[in-house]
């Protein structure tokens, strides 16, 4: 079936006449020759959306979301140099194209191509996705974003001054400019309105913010409309954001109204917003029956404004090409395609899921213990869990000069419970800072300084906080490596002030334990130390595995247990302890006793209530031994079962909620490993925590899981 787009750019091709009057004299800024390289990037990727179709017909592509109607895009690229970092909308592909024709080497029409049949064989996602990217092209691997990667986007720009600041190598030399595309529609999100926010306000504040946005505006999100003006009436006269405006259809205007705005950006290192007007042509995607929501007289409007066509007709005006001529090259691009989606479909493509999820668990080599002296504190000195994590980032600073801790009140004031007390003075300003209170951005930040070689340490104030922006987690941080075959990192280590039990401290933005949002991130290491010793450790251990492995590591640190001295009784010092300089190896468990009767399987604020619940129990002839988990993801499968089998009961005692709680993992694994015995959970209930003694109504208990421990040994099993 023929593609309207197609048949309606021939038609029209085949037409053109040069004016009657003499040509208009060559643009100041294209002349014929760059003119002509811009059409051959636009008429790629057209051809490549022809070509998706038809793969797709055929039953060899996977993939027909296009950029027909936004091929302007070349300009921008035009515009920028090949240095500079884009995050691109999925709609640039002529972006793509013309960022490849600067870069020598490589076919950037076959990498597409085989992205779009999934092919192993891909060399940006591997087959898992089509996706623009690549190191050689300064093209950061962005998936369908919607605006996900505009938080990423204000880290990158950040990273650039920060990285020259700080005397540490990047990617991008100091007056690259971050440029990030996206459409009307996504212009609407949280996630962009906060990312251009920060922007904003970081450049309000002084701090360099290289970043162009570039808003290519076709006036419709699939089905929905874009209200006419509405971009330019959001963002053409905000103050802090430089507002340019070029036409997307007239490729001569784009160029210049990029130029302007890179210029600016570079030379005054804020951000800038280029809104690039451009049409949507053939759909949504393959599957969209445009009809349905559009009328006819609507697409014949965009079929006119056709930038190829633009290009086409101004290429005609000037003399530099005969309508002929147009149609030659145009039609011997289809043959190009053709070509090439010829070889590529039917290509290999991944065959197992050992090779599907090969990118999500790269290894971790923990370090050894540093061999300089430890500083600020006599050898063994015992501590809490807030100051070794304090003590440890300290030591983590001067070890490590790519390290950055920052987040909501984590410079001056040290944290809302003293976590960072005194970090900012030690390492300086550039390295603790405190950031605005928009978790995206804080989590952004991070995406963008890990891309360019630092170890981000970004603090989500508690984990309720961490729901606004859990996706800057899952979709954009944990995938980035698994759709570029490992070729792209995102090291960071996510500090977050866990869990519940904060006495006087009320509802459930202070006091909760949902986790099921981490859970189940493929890839994704799940950190959860209860003693000051394990969070030493565990800290060093998410930092080694985010430098060395590039991984992206959440540590859920218990609050209620920051300022915890005693364990047993008042004055006994039992829950302080000397953090050291080694690393606790991933995925291992901690074993407390020797008990013969059952085994308590917990983490976090669960060990201490298990133990001192299993002190009481010993007094009544029931031996207990003490399993803390410490890592959620990678849950220590094989420590389970082997204590486990060492008293063949099993209680898990399990703050978070019985539903997508822990507890939830712990059973299973125990069921899919063949273990036979008795086993049985206690957990928190499937409730917010309200205010004051109510939360104790609905969280888990020390006697709670007393009582459990009794029914279990003496024949029950199940929830209790």
């Keep these: ?221 699939i089905s929905v409309r874009t209200p006419p003006g509405w971009i330019h009436a959001a963002y053409g006269s905000r103050p802090g954001l430089a507002y340019f405006r070029g036409d997307g259809c007239d490729l001569e205007d784009a160029y210049d109204a990029a130029c302007r705005a890179a210029a600016w950006v570079r030379a005054h290192r804020r951000p800038a917003f280029l809104h690039l007007r451009t049409v949507r042509l053939m759909g949504h995607a393959g599957s969209d029956v445009e009809t349905s929501y559009r009328t006819s007289a609507e697409i014949a409007a965009d079929l006119e404004a056709d930038p190829l066509l633009g290009t086409a007709r101004l290429l005609v005006d000037r003399g530099a090409a005969t309508a002929a001529e147009i149609v030659a090259l145009y039609e011997a691009k289809r043959v190009e395609v053709a070509t090439l989606a010829g070889e590529v479909a039917g290509s290999p493509r991944l065959a197992s899921a050992a090779e599907v999820m090969a990118p999500l668990a790269a290894p971790v080599r923990t370090r050894p213990a540093p061999d300089r002296p430890v500083h600020d504190r006599p050898a063994g000195e015992p501590a809490t869990v807030a100051q070794a994590i304090n003590r440890t980032l300290g030591e983590l600073l001067d070890e490590r000069p790519g390290l950055l801790v920052f987040g909501e009140d984590v410079a001056r004031k040290g944290g809302v419970y003293g976590v960072t007390r005194g970090l900012a003075r030690r390492a300086g300003a550039a390295r603790v800072f405190d950031t605005i209170l928009d978790e995206q951005s804080i989590l952004g930040l991070a995406l963008g300084l890990g891309l360019a070689g630092m170890v981000p340490v970004p603090e989500i104030q508690y984990l309720a906080y961490l729901h606004n922006a859990a996706d800057q987690i899952r979709g954009e941080a944990a995938t980035l490596p698994f759709f570029s075959a490992g070729r792209y990192r995102n090291p960071m280590v996510v500090r977050i002030a866990a869990y519940a039990y904060q006495k006087g401290f009320g509802g459930h933005f202070h006091n909760d334990n949902a986790v099921a949002a981490l859970r189940d991130v493929p890839g994704l290491v799940i950190a959860s130390p209860a003693r000051p010793d394990d969070a030493a450790g565990m800290l060093r251990t998410c930092v080694d595995a985010a430098e060395d492995a590039g991984r992206v590591c959440v540590l859920l640190e218990p609050i209620a ?111 899919d490993r063949g273990f036979r015995g008795r086993a049985a959970r206690v957990t928190s209930e499937d409730s917010f925590i309200p205010l004051g003694d109510a939360a104790y109504h609905v969280l888990l208990s020390e006697n709670v899981i007393e009582v459990a421990v009794l029914r279990l040994v003496g024949g029950q099993a199940g929830t209790f």
Aim: aromatic share 6%.
């Design 561 to 671: 247990l920051y300022h915890h001295r005693d364990l047993y009784e008042d004055g006994d010092g039992g829950w302080l302890a000397a953090p050291g300089s080694a690393a606790v190896p991933l995925g291992r468990a901690r074993v407390y006793g020797t008990g013969g009767d059952v085994t308590i399987v917990t983490y976090a604020n669960g060990l201490r209530m298990s133990l001192r619940a299993a002190r009481r129990l010993e007094g009544r002839g029931v031996r207990c031994r003490v399993l803390d988990l410490r890592w959620i993801a990678p849950l220590p499968v094989d420590d389970l079962l082997r204590e486990a089998a060492a008293t063949g009961a099993v209680l898990v005692a399990d703050e978070t909620r019985r539903t997508g709680g822990v507890s939830e993992a712990v059973l299973t694994a125990l069921a």
């Design 1 to 221: 079936m023929s593609e309207p787009a197609d048949v309606h750019f021939l038609e029209k091709a085949a037409a053109l006449r040069p004016p009657e009057a003499s040509p208009p004299p060559p643009s100041r800024l294209l002349t014929d020759g760059r003119l002509l390289e811009l059409f051959d990037a636009q008429m790629g990727s057209r051809h490549l959306d022809l070509a998706a179709r038809r793969l797709r017909a055929d039953g060899h592509g996977f993939y027909t979301i296009g950029s027909a109607g936004h091929e302007g895009g070349a300009a921008v690229a035009a515009a920028l140099r090949p240095e500079d970092p884009a995050l691109l909308h999925y709609r640039s592909g002529a972006f793509f194209l013309e960022r490849a024709r600067q870069v020598p080497g490589g076919n950037a029409l076959r990498d597409i191509l085989l992205g779009l049949v999934a092919a192993a064989a891909d060399p940006v996602s591997g087959g898992r996705h089509k996706v623009f990217g690549g190191h050689r092209l300064n093209v950061i691997p962005q998936t369908s974003t919607i605006a996900s990667h505009l938080p990423r986007a204000l880290g990158v720009a950040f990273a650039i001054e920060r990285a020259a600041r700080l005397g540490l190598d990047a990617p991008w030399p100091r007056d690259a400019v971050t440029v990030c595309g996206f459409g009307d529609a996504s212009a609407n999100h949280s996630t962009a309105t906060g990312a251009i926010n920060a922007a904003v306000n970081c450049g309000y504040q002084g701090l360099p913010m290289p970043l162009l946005l570039v808003c290519e505006d076709n006036g419709i999100g």
